[in-house]
């Protein structure tokens, strides 16, 4: 089975790429939700997120989001530690995952998968593109946040031309081409690679 990862930039349409190859029947692994459930379900990553950030980031077994956000959104030292944590916790996660699929291949979406070192061990990687006007208006739109917002956020990945460099393939979210024929045009290739 291939494994293939899914990336780009914040407001990209990463999420809905995905979900055009869910329709496929293809198995995706997304790794946000799944950090999510994580931090709220691993009792190792819980006592370590306890650890760096003290007793109150955990309300009972519920991570404290705000509380979180506020330290780690000011403070890219403490972002980063929280990253240090949540990554390798969420890769060994989508191993298993992996381990599980019977699909020619499946998918592993992260917006921060070369950040993160979550590229390792895939077969092909997938990138999707937009112009940063379009994408800052999804998410103005999507988390009802101001543009500057938006800017920091993007600010705090990886510049979106080094992360498509690094991709094999690149749909174009764009608005002016139509995003199934490419979705499609990949998903028969990534096929006929299972094939050979």
Not at 16 to 41: Q, R
């Amino acid at each position: 089975m291939l494994r293939v990862g899914l990336t780009g930039g914040i407001g990209s349409g990463k999420s809905t790429v995905a979900k055009v190859f869910e329709i496929l029947g293809i198995p995706v692994y997304y790794a946000d939700s799944a950090a999510k459930y994580l931090m709220n379900t691993d009792p190792d990553l819980q006592k370590a997120i306890i650890l760096a950030f003290g007793q109150d980031a955990y309300t009972g077994t519920e991570l404290n989001r705000k509380k979180i956000a506020s330290i780690v959104f000011n403070d890219p030292a403490k972002l980063e530690k929280l990253n240090q944590l949540i990554h390798p916790a969420t890769i060994r996660d989508a191993e298993e995952w992996m381990k599980k699929q019977t699909s020619p291949y499946a998918i592993k979406e992260a917006a921060l998968l070369f950040e993160s070192g979550a590229d390792a061990g895939l077969d092909k990687i997938i990138g999707v593109a937009a112009p940063q006007q379009l994408r800052i208006k999804r998410v103005m739109e999507r988390d009802a946040v101001t543009e500057a917002e938006v800017l920091s956020r993007i600010r705090r990945q990886m510049d979106e031309e080094s992360k498509l460099q690094r991709c094999d393939e690149v749909i174009h979210n764009n608005e002016q081409e139509l995003l199934i024929p490419q979705v499609l045009a990949i998903h028969k290739k990534l096929l006929s690679f299972q094939m050979n």
